[in-house]
């Protein structure tokens, strides 16, 4: 099986969420979906979309599946806010343009939240989608076989005829990222935009984004950037591998100013804690992280970096190579 | 089999005309038992009496659950017992489920009452919530019958499903994730909530080739779905036009004994795989609620004819005779 995998350069993403309306308008603006972001960025640390996904269980353990819960629309996605235009822009008066119901939560409620205090606050921002995951915890859950693993490209999806709404899927998503539509009865979740891909066009949210933070390729594409900053310059990380899904989404960590002593100098530690970022992305990240500031400072210093080379992305065009590698099977 | 003295007669409804009894239903008119209400056999001592009547008529049954046609046709107590086979089944006590049958123009209808204390609808403003539900599941007549969990590869069932708050669809099955929707006319559904439970009235087209149905039902609040839910054994019915019952005496028979088939299950240590808390085979704590014994006679033989989905092919076949396998099957249809 030939997998195309995507990395995220979390030291790029600067949380606009274009990648977010790129893939709702899309794919998720109405019929049910209103609630529903198959791709959105949230800011960690928090408890992130729907709320407090990392601990609702799910994923594998050893080779049995993990007991997980149903996220709920109101408590942990949030109702989508409803706007009566006609009144608020139309009418005379100065009522104001507000959501009918007051909001409770929502895909990005802890915007610039994060943790830590002044001076030593931090948070970066994680934009998170369906991670076509290798060992696809929701596939092995569906007693309908209704969950299927492209052979071409590894693209997970939910077949709409066989679906029939049990959720066994979105318990066993460690991501939460498969949403049941209430209104149409069957769930759902990220294409990874495989019409787009099958028209060579890359997925809406790596192609919109305005800071070249998504590459994507083959992950067996020796020249692909994928391939590179995954396996051979290992600084793209898959998250919360511990939950045995084996993600095919990965991110280069982030790295961050130096926390300020008690006398307001900056010391030698980074802002966001180690312990933090092992949580996220396992052990591997110090060697990631070690690996960045090595080359930046080499780029810095007037030298040649081919990974800082790879990852500033010189050229839009340069961030995807959809085509199958040479020899890689269908 | 039961026997013309034990079991009632089937309450005829008005208008019936015997020129629509048709050749098939000779034995009702000689006055052989088509009906068994009343109480559920105790154990395999018991003649396995599993048979709901069908009040027959001229004109098309009601969908009304308030109809008073509805006080004519004959009440039949049917156990629903959690689904213990599946890897999610519900567990908990098994479900007192009434039913009534009727049949006219070519239409069958079930009414049926189970108890549910709460009421869960539909929800199209939740992600976490189940409804309520019910079904009946068909099968053909033959030699014998298909797995009562949604058949099996080559032995398709029919099922009628409903969900509170929705509709009822018809969907075929042929064994555990294979339900597909029926393209053909949709049954009807009306159910009515009580202060304790439901009362639901399913009806569409049914041929006499049925021979048999079994009931499910699942509970919302205990997030029911798929094998989440408890169902009952097959039980025969009669329709117009249908063969002699008789073509089930095989599957229904049972000779063996009880105590000397608890020995064997002992002897033989079906207790390791078949244990009360699960194991590499189903547990069977249900199994005589829910199996009939040509079905338990099957699986101890053959036990590669029909393997339950989910569980690995590991069950021996047992150097058993005949009457001892007779026995096990009669000590399985103790546990209920």
């Not at chain 2, 098939?24 to 396995?48: K, N, R």
Request: hydrophobic content about 40%.
């Amino acid at each position: 099986m030939s997998q195309l995998g995507m990395v995220i350069d979390l030291n790029k993403c600067i949380g606009c969420q274009t990648c977010t309306l790129a893939c709702k308008s899309q794919w998720t603006d109405r019929a049910g979906r209103e609630f529903m972001y198959w791709n959105h960025v949230e800011t960690a640390p928090g408890q992130g979309y729907p709320r407090g996904w990392r601990t609702a269980g799910g994923g594998w353990d050893g080779d049995r599946l993990r007991p997980g819960r149903l996220p709920r629309l109101e408590e942990d996605y949030g109702i989508p806010a409803d706007f009566d235009f006609a009144a608020a822009l139309f009418q005379p008066g100065d009522r104001p343009l507000r959501p009918l119901e007051a909001m409770q939560w929502g895909p990005n409620w802890e915007e610039d939240q994060g943790a830590g205090d002044f001076p030593n606050g931090f948070f970066f921002y994680l934009p998170r989608l369906c991670n076509h995951c290798t060992h696809p915890a929701c596939l092995a859950a569906c007693p309908r076989q209704a969950i299927y693993k492209r052979e071409e490209d590894g693209i997970v999806l939910i077949d709409q005829e066989r679906c029939r709404g049990y959720r066994y899927c979105v318990a066993a998503c460690p991501y939460k990222k498969i949403y049941f539509n209430p209104l149409v009865g069957r769930s759902e979740k990220c294409l990874f935009c495989y019409p787009r891909l099958e028209r060579g066009i890359p997925q809406a949210c790596a192609y919109q984004c305005v800071g070249r933070a998504r590459h994507v390729a083959y992950l067996d594409d020796p020249e692909g950037a994928v391939h590179q900053l995954v396996q051979v310059w290992r600084v793209a990380l898959p998250l919360h591998p511990e939950y045995g899904t084996q993600p095919n989404v990965y991110y280069v960590p982030p790295l961050s100013p130096p926390v300020f002593d008690a006398d307001g100098r900056p010391s030698g530690e980074p802002r966001i804690p180690g312990d933090y970022l092992r949580q996220l992305f396992g052990p591997a990240v110090e060697t990631a992280l070690a690996t960045l500031q090595a080359e930046i400072a080499q780029k810095a210093a007037g030298g040649e970096s081919a990974l800082m080379d790879l990852l500033i992305a010189y050229r839009h065009g340069d961030l995807f190579r959809l085509s199958r590698p040479r020899g890689g099977r269908p | 089999m039961s026997t013309p003295r034990k079991a009632p007669r089937r309450r005829w409804t008005r208008g019936l005309g015997r020129a629509l009894l048709g050749a098939g239903l000779g034995l009702a008119a000689a006055g052989a038992p088509l009906t068994a209400p009343g109480p559920i056999p105790a154990g395999a001592e018991a003649p396995l009496d599993r048979w709901l009547p069908v009040a027959l008529a001229e004109t098309a049954p009601p969908i009304d659950p308030l109809d008073p046609i509805w006080d004519a046709v004959p009440v039949t107590p049917i156990p629903l017992y959690p689904q213990a086979t599946a890897p999610d089944g519900p567990g908990g006590a098994v479900l007192a489920l009434e039913a009534r049958l009727r049949w006219g123009d070519g239409q069958l209808a079930l009414r049926l009452t189970w108890p549910d204390p709460t009421e869960d609808l539909v929800d199209r403003r939740a992600t976490h919530r189940f409804a309520d539900a019910a079904a009946v599941q068909f099968a053909p007549g033959g030699e014998t019958l298909p797995y009562v969990g949604m058949g099996e590869p080559g032995r398709p069932v029919a099922i009628w499903r409903w969900h509170a708050g929705g509709t009822a669809e018809g969907l075929s099955a042929q064994g555990f994730g294979s339900l597909t929707r029926d393209p053909g006319p949709q049954p009807e559904s009306r159910a009515l909530r009580t202060g304790t439970g439901w009362v639901l009235v399913l009806r569409g087209a049914v041929g006499p080739e049925i021979a048999a149905v079994a009931l499910a039902a699942w509970d919302g609040v205990e997030d029911g779905r798929a094998g989440r839910k408890r169902l009952s054994a097959w039980q025969r019915i009669d329709l117009p036009g249908a063969e002699p019952r008789g073509r089930l005496a095989v599957e229904a028979k049972t000779a063996g004994d009880p105590a000397r088939g608890g020995q064997l299950f002992a002897r033989h240590g079906c207790g390791a795989c078949h244990g009360p808390y699960g194991g590499p085979g189903p547990q069977l704590i249900h199994a005589g609620g829910i199996h009939w014994p040509g079905y338990l006679r099957r699986s101890i033989a053959a036990p590669e004819s029909f393997r339950v989905p989910g569980f690995s092919a590991v069950m021996p076949v047992l150097p058993l005779n005949p009457g001892e396998i007779d026995d096990l099957a009669a000590y399985l249809m103790t546990l209920r």
